[in-house]
Protein backbone atom coordinates (compact mmCIF):
# COMPACT_ATOMS: atom_id res chain seq x y z
CA UNK A 1 0.00 0.00 0.00
CA UNK A 2 1.40 3.06 -1.04
CA UNK A 3 2.00 6.00 1.74
CA UNK A 4 2.60 9.62 1.56
CA UNK A 5 4.70 11.18 4.01
CA UNK A 6 4.98 15.33 4.50
CA UNK A 7 7.29 16.91 5.81
CA UNK A 8 8.67 20.99 5.80
CA UNK A 9 5.90 22.53 7.88
CA UNK A 10 6.78 24.29 10.96
CA UNK A 11 6.48 28.58 12.61
CA UNK A 12 7.04 31.23 10.54
CA UNK A 13 6.66 34.92 10.59
CA UNK A 14 4.36 37.02 8.34
CA UNK A 15 5.99 37.19 4.78
CA UNK A 16 8.33 34.01 5.30
CA UNK A 17 8.57 31.29 2.51
CA UNK A 18 9.28 27.59 3.71
CA UNK A 19 8.83 24.67 1.41
CA UNK A 20 6.74 21.53 1.85
CA UNK A 21 7.57 18.36 1.00
CA UNK A 22 5.43 14.85 0.12
CA UNK A 23 7.01 11.43 -0.35
CA UNK A 24 5.61 8.79 -1.94
CA UNK A 25 6.67 4.96 -1.10
CA UNK A 26 5.89 3.59 -4.52
CA UNK A 27 6.23 5.84 -8.03
CA UNK A 28 2.71 7.37 -8.03
CA UNK A 29 3.48 10.92 -9.46
CA UNK A 30 4.46 10.53 -12.48
CA UNK A 31 0.96 8.86 -13.30
CA UNK A 32 -1.26 10.25 -10.78
CA UNK A 33 -2.17 13.58 -9.78
CA UNK A 34 -0.74 14.45 -6.43
CA UNK A 35 -2.53 17.51 -4.59
CA UNK A 36 -1.61 19.88 -1.57
CA UNK A 37 -5.37 20.37 1.19
CA UNK A 38 -4.95 22.52 4.25
CA UNK A 39 -7.08 22.50 6.66
CA UNK A 40 -7.27 25.47 9.35
CA UNK A 41 -8.81 24.99 13.44
CA UNK A 42 -12.99 25.30 12.45
CA UNK A 43 -12.79 25.25 8.96
CA UNK A 44 -13.44 22.29 6.37
CA UNK A 45 -10.39 20.79 4.41
CA UNK A 46 -9.60 22.88 0.83
CA UNK A 47 -7.66 22.44 -1.89
CA UNK A 48 -4.40 24.50 -2.03
CA UNK A 49 -2.50 23.07 -5.15
CA UNK A 50 -2.59 20.27 -7.54
CA UNK A 51 -0.07 18.69 -10.40
CA UNK A 52 -1.54 16.23 -12.47
CA UNK A 53 0.63 12.71 -14.20
CA UNK A 54 1.98 14.93 -16.89
CA UNK A 55 3.23 17.96 -15.14
CA UNK A 56 0.13 20.76 -15.41
CA UNK A 57 -0.63 22.66 -12.27
CA UNK A 58 -3.40 24.47 -10.61
CA UNK A 59 -3.13 26.44 -7.76
CA UNK A 60 -6.21 27.79 -6.05
CA UNK A 61 -7.17 31.42 -6.32
CA UNK A 62 -6.37 32.39 -2.82
CA UNK A 63 -2.88 31.53 -2.94
CA UNK A 64 -1.88 32.19 -6.53
CA UNK A 65 1.03 33.85 -7.01
CA UNK A 66 2.53 33.21 -3.84
CA UNK A 67 2.07 29.03 -4.10
CA UNK A 68 3.66 27.15 -6.14
CA UNK A 69 3.48 23.49 -6.61
CA UNK A 70 6.19 21.29 -8.21
CA UNK A 71 7.36 17.41 -8.69
CA UNK A 72 10.06 15.38 -9.03
CA UNK A 73 9.22 12.08 -10.18
CA UNK A 74 12.28 10.14 -10.59
CA UNK A 75 12.20 10.73 -6.27
CA UNK A 76 8.37 10.33 -6.22
CA UNK A 77 7.91 13.81 -4.64
CA UNK A 78 5.78 16.86 -4.62
CA UNK A 79 6.32 20.06 -3.41
CA UNK A 80 4.72 23.35 -2.51
CA UNK A 81 6.68 26.65 -2.27
CA UNK A 82 5.16 28.38 0.18
CA UNK A 83 6.27 32.59 -0.09
CA UNK A 84 4.51 35.26 1.23
CA UNK A 85 3.19 33.15 4.04
CA UNK A 86 0.22 35.26 5.43
CA UNK A 87 -1.66 33.99 8.93
CA UNK A 88 -4.80 32.95 7.31
CA UNK A 89 -2.29 30.22 5.75
CA UNK A 90 -1.82 28.91 9.18
CA UNK A 91 -3.14 25.02 8.92
CA UNK A 92 -2.41 21.60 8.80
CA UNK A 93 -1.37 20.81 5.20
CA UNK A 94 -2.22 17.39 3.75
CA UNK A 95 -0.65 15.98 0.41
CA UNK A 96 -3.00 13.45 -1.01
CA UNK A 97 -2.64 11.56 -4.21
CA UNK A 98 -5.82 9.76 -6.64
CA UNK A 99 -4.43 6.29 -7.53
CA UNK A 100 -6.21 3.24 -8.50
CA UNK A 101 -7.86 2.07 -5.21
CA UNK A 102 -9.04 5.72 -4.09
CA UNK A 103 -7.57 8.76 -3.06
CA UNK A 104 -4.92 8.59 -0.34
CA UNK A 105 -3.93 11.26 2.47
CA UNK A 106 -0.75 11.98 4.61
CA UNK A 107 -0.51 12.36 7.99
CA UNK A 108 -0.50 16.26 7.78
CA UNK A 109 2.41 19.00 8.83
CA UNK A 110 1.36 21.60 10.81
CA UNK A 111 2.36 25.01 9.45
CA UNK A 112 2.06 28.38 12.08
CA UNK A 113 2.55 31.68 10.44
CA UNK A 114 2.71 34.25 13.29
CA UNK A 115 1.77 37.73 12.65
Known amino acids: QVQLVESGGGLVQSGGSLRLSCAAS????????GSWYRQAPGKERELVAA???????FVADSVKGRFTISKDSAKSTIYLQMNSLKSEDTAVYYC?????????WGQGTQVTVSS
Open 96 to 104: SALVAVGRI
Open 26 to 33: GSIFSLNT
Open 51 to 57: ISGGGAP
